[in-house]
Antibody, heavy 122, light 107 residues
Framework: QLELQESGPGLVQPSETLSLTCTVS??????????WGWIRQSPGKGLEWIGS???????YYNPSLKSRVTISVDTSKSQFSLRLSSVTAADTAVYYC??????????????WGKGTTVIVSS | DIQMTQFPISLSASVGDRVTFTCRASQNIGNNLNWYQQKPGKAPKLLIYAASSLQSGVPSRFSGSGSGTDFTLTISSLQPEDFATYFCQESYSIPYTFGQGTKLEIK
C-alpha cells in the first residue's frame, strides 16, 4: 500500500527558506501515470495547490508562488522535496504531499501524506 | 485563476438523510472537478474525480454530477462516518483551485 510521509522543520524563521521532504513507500515514484505534488492548508487561505513534479523532473507551479517555490525529485531515494523561499507568517500552514493521478487527462490527488505543520515565526 | 464557490458553508443533517453539496466554478471547466472529504486532523480523501467517477474503495452512496460551471456531490443515505468537511477542486487549469469547503454536521 502506497504511503507518503512529510518531514522537515516545524518552525521556520521569517525570510528564511522552508524545506520539506516527502518519502514515498510501498510504491515507485517512477510511473507514467502519476505526478507528485504539494498542497498546503491554512485557516486563512484554505486548501492551496503549490505544485507538482513528474519523475523526469518536469514541474508545474502555482503562479502565485512560482517565484519562491522549487520542487525537486530524487528517484533513488523515493523522495520529492519542496523549498519555499522568503517565507512570512502567511506561509504558516499544514503542508501535505500527495500523489497526483492522471486518468484520461483528468488530474486528481488520490493518495495524501498525513501532513506536517509549519509555523513561520521568530 | 478559476474561482470555486461552495454552498452552503455548513449543513446539518441526520443519519439516513440524503444530502447534496454544491460547487460552482467561475468559468466553464467541463467535467474537470474533484471532490474530497476531510475529517478533523486528517488529510483530505479523494471521493470523486472527473465530476462523476467514483474513486476506488469509496462507498456507492457517494455520487457526483454536473458539468460546465455547476456541480453537485450527493450522499444518498448519511452514515455516522460521513460527518466531515467536503471540498471541491477544479482540475481544468493551474492552480487547480479548491473551494472553501462545506462542513457537514450532525443535527
Amino acid at each position: 500500500q502506497l504511503e507518503l510521509q512529510e518531514s522537515g522543520p516545524g518552525l521556520v524563521q521569517p525570510s528564511e527558506t522552508l524545506s520539506l521532504t516527502c518519502t514515498v513507500s510501498g510504491g515507485s515514484l517512477v510511473s507514467t501515470t502519476y505526478y507528485w505534488g504539494w498542497i498546503r492548508q491554512s485557516p486563512g487561505k484554505g486548501l492551496e495547490w503549490i505544485g507538482s513534479i513528474y519523475h523526469s523532473g518536469n514541474t508545474y507551479y502555482n503562479p502565485s508562488l512560482k517565484s519562491r517555490v522549487t520542487i525537486s525529485v530524487d528517484t533513488s531515494k523515493s523522495q520529492f522535496s519542496l523549498r519555499l523561499s522568503s517565507v512570512t507568517a502567511a506561509d504558516t500552514a499544514v503542508y501535505y504531499c500527495a500523489r497526483a493521478l492522471i486518468v484520461n487527462y483528468y488530474y486528481c490527488l488520490d493518495v495524501w501524506g498525513k501532513g506536517t505543520t509549519v509555523i513561520v515565526s521568530s | 485563476d478559476i474561482q470555486m464557490t461552495q454552498f452552503p458553508i455548513s449543513l446539518s443533517a441526520s443519519v439516513g438523510d440524503r444530502v447534496t453539496f454544491t460547487c460552482r466554478a467561475s468559468q466553464n471547466i467541463g467535467n474537470n472537478l474533484n471532490w474530497y472529504q476531510q475529517k478533523p486532523g486528517k488529510a483530505p480523501k479523494l471521493l470523486i474525480y472527473a465530476a462523476s467517477s467514483l474513486q476506488s474503495g469509496v462507498p456507492s452512496r457517494f455520487s457526483g454530477s454536473g458539468s460546465g460551471t455547476d456541480f453537485t456531490l450527493t450522499i444518498s443515505s448519511l452514515q455516522p462516518e460521513d460527518f466531515a468537511t467536503y471540498f471541491c477542486q477544479e482540475s481544468y487549469s493551474i492552480p487547480y483551485t479548491f473551494g472553501q469547503g462545506t462542513k457537514l454536521e450532525i443535527k
